[in-house]
């Protein structure tokens, strides 16, 4: 089958790779245009774009005016709306990380996980003007419980291909599909305040935004991200925040538990246990806030 892929990232790169392996004709792949990247600002294309030339894809920096010839389009991950002409004319379908009508919107996966589900999934959708609305083609249920945002979305993305394949194997499967069914819950895009560590909330809230691999706190001014850890059932310490060292585990006093820190980057600093930046703190400093003090 003739297939123009849209998206940008590596998620985007893993199913161009899975249509080529199963025989299918790639015509070509739109993406974002390069950017500077780095130190140096070296002009770089996306994770999509260098897989796509690697494979002698014809890459498209910008939306072309028809569809290319081809006989379906895929988006995964594109990161932006199509014209409510460009979805006419041959099937347009997208790969989204989610059981719509559940985490509609750019962030499902992160937004499952900071939500606390045991399960996610993958929708295969028509497209259509509204966002995510469009009819289901195909589903799969996937267990994320436990994983960071990265292994989710490998395993998603597993899952994704192989729906995807299965589908365009079907005569007829990209025509119809079923209307979503439920009520819609929504996905924007994670900020700063998504990924900010507050010890007035309990450990396992702690846990989900530390699985979206970017969260952090405040030893005094410093940032700190925490890029792991884990939960643990104790009694909450006062004050809030407070930070000890426990048979060599780094241990932060929440509103309901307590965090054990794993691996952490310390602002200006390279990656180390929690333990080890703990050791390094003065008895002054084993405190973390929300945002930055000026007490020390």
């Known amino acids: 089958m003739r297939v123009l892929l849209l998206g940008s990232t590596e998620e985007t790169a893993r199913h161009l790779d899975g249509l080529v392996e199963a025989g299918h004709d790639v015509i070509g792949l739109v993406t974002r245009p390069p950017k500077r990247r780095g130190r140096g600002g070296a002009v770089a294309g996306t994770v999509a774009a260098r897989r796509a030339q690697e494979l002698g894809v014809e890459v498209h920096e910008a939306l072309p005016p028809d569809h290319l010839g081809a006989e379906v389009c895929v988006v995964v991950a594109y990161g932006r709306l199509l014209p409510a002409a460009w979805l006419t004319g041959v099937p347009v379908v997208n790969v989204h990380y989610s059981l719509l009508p559940e985490f509609r919107g ?136 407070t930070v000890q060292l426990d048979h060599g585990r780094a241990i932060v006093h929440t509103a309901r538990g307590a965090y054990e820190l794993g691996e952490v980057i310390p602002e200006g600093g390279r990656p180390m246990s929690g333990a080890d930046f703990v050791r390094g703190l003065r008895a002054a400093q084993l405190h973390v806030r929300a945002i930055p003090s000026e007490e020390f």
Not at 126 to 147: C, K, N, Q, T
Not at 167 to 178: F, I, R
């Open 106 to 241: 750019a962030a499902p996966v992160e937004r499952a996980i900071l939500a606390g589900v045991d399960r996610s999934g993958v929708s295969i959708i028509r497209l259509e003007p509204e966002l995510d609305a469009g009819p289901i083609l195909a589903m799969r249920s996937v267990l994320i419980d436990g994983l960071r945002a990265s292994e989710a979305r490998r395993r998603l993305t597993d899952a994704g291909v192989s729906l995807l394949l299965g589908l365009l194997e079907q005569p007829g499967s990209l025509e119809a599909g079923v209307p979503q069914a439920g009520a819609a819950s929504w996905a924007p895009r994670i900020t700063s305040e998504d990924l900010r560590l507050r010890p007035a909330e309990a450990a396992i809230v702690w846990d989900r935004r530390v699985r979206l691999e970017r969260a952090f706190c405040f030893v005094g001014r410093r940032r700190v991200i925490v890029r792991s850890g884990r939960p643990l059932e104790r009694e909450a310490a006062d004050p809030l925040g």
